[in-house]
């Protein structure tokens, strides 16, 4: 097992693409790159056996030809990573899961996550099947390193992208999930794939309508199933209205992760188009949620994408951006101490200067 050099995933609209050209040598940036090579995005991080293990979506170069839906985006297998402790050297534990052993799969192997029960490790991870449908599949593991023996099945109900799982204090899985535009959210709104254009765009609600929900659904014991029918995640502003579908700065957009703090859970996600890394709070998996803030400022390229996790007593923020190949597509993962404050607010980070706010 070799120490790791590396960078990760989504669908951008390509006349946006302002970012990726930027000169390295001329931009500040708070945090280096985890990993050098190969190029890694989307990180999901978690503790398991006393380590911290991240489940990063593996970006490469691609023949697909740049569009909105995020064809070239084209991630083809999973690598696991792990560190002793936060200041410890990356280890590649190498290739877990491949596009080719995944009998329902066809292409981009999207944002996946991990969780641990009862001594199994289980890999959830998107990809789109044999019609071009995103859908969710699972790996499973007795290490947390791999690698992932897939199921011949998609989760059943599944659909979209950006898995992410969170275990409850009492023991209970949830499996958040969601992205718009090329994750295909916005074609399930009446429960079943709506394919009325090509465009990423078309079957959005107008902007003063509620925005599109991400989804949560419990898993069953087996943790390869659904123990329900998948419900809507909603958020709401403060004064207790949804936000609405043209509020880019606060709307979900992808990326969904939740996170336990002093008994609030912490929903967090992408806004998308307007590049940060939001958050809302609740008393409850399922939600509602309400806003209250950005936890990361944008990073440099178009897509943003994190995961949090607690180490011993200290909270971390895994995430991506564009610094050594400033190329969309090539992302590398980077971490950053996260502080929550006595209000129970989060502390901004930016990543191109200072932690403020």
């Known amino acids: 097992m070799a120490a790791a050099t590396m960078m990760a ?21 708070l945090h280096e790159p985890l990993i050098q090579s190969p190029y890694t ?3 999901s991080a978690h503790v398991f056996e006393g380590k911290i293990f991240i489940y990063p979506s593996h970006d490469v170069e691609s023949e697909v030809e740049e569009d909105d839906t995020g064809g070239h985006f084209n991630m083809k297998d999973y690598h696991v990573y792990s560190m002793d402790s936060p200041t410890a050297e990356v280890v590649d534990h190498g290739k877990v899961l491949d596009v080719n052993e995944v009998k329902w799969a066809k292409r981009q192997m999207w944002a996946p ?15 789109k099947d044999t019609a071009d449908i995103f859908r969710i599949g699972v790996a499973v593991s007795t290490s947390p390193s791999g690698p992932f023996e897939p ?10 992208i950006d898995p992410a799982v969170f275990k409850d204090d009492q023991g209970e899985y949830y499996m958040y999930w969601g992205g718009i535009w090329g994750g295909q959210l916005q074609k399930w709104r009446t429960g079943k794939y709506l394919s009325t254009s090509d465009s990423p765009y078309a079957d959005e609600p107008a902007d003063h309508e509620p925005a599109i929900a991400p989804k949560v659904a419990k898993l069953a014991d087996n943790m390869i199933e659904f123990s329900e029918e998948p419900r809507e995640v909603i958020i709401l502003d403060k004064g207790g209205e949804p936000i609405k579908a043209g509020d880019h ?5 992808e990326a969904a992760w939740v996170h336990k703090h002093a008994g609030t859970y912490y929903f967090s996600y992408s806004t ?18 309400t806003y209250q803030g950005v936890i990361l400022e944008p990073v440099q390229g178009w897509t943003n994408h994190h995961s949090i996790v607690k180490v011993d007593d200290q909270w971390y923020l895994f995430y991506h951006d564009t610094q050594l190949s400033g190329k969309t597509h090539l992302r590398n993962i980077k ?4 502080e929550h404050l006595n209000d129970g607010s989060i502390k901004t980070i930016d ?7």
């Open 272 to 289: 998308g188009d307007t590049h940060n890394i939001a958050y809302a709070t609740g008393s409850s998996p399922y939600g509602p949620f």
């Open 41 to 43: 995005a989307d990180p």
């Open 9 to 29: 995933c989504k669908s951008k609209p390509v006349e946006q693409d302002t970012q990726d050209n930027a000169d390295s040598t001329e931009v500040s940036y």
């Open 351 to 357: 990543p191109m200067g200072n932690m403020s706010k």
């Open 113 to 127: 996550d991990a969780a641990e029960r009862d001594g199994k490790y289980f890999l959830y991870f998107p990809a």
């Open 151 to 160: 199921m011949d099945r998609p989760i059943s109900g599944s659909f979209s």
């Open 249 to 253: 700065d606060r709307r979900f957009f």
């Open 335 to 338: 971490m950053a101490s996260l």
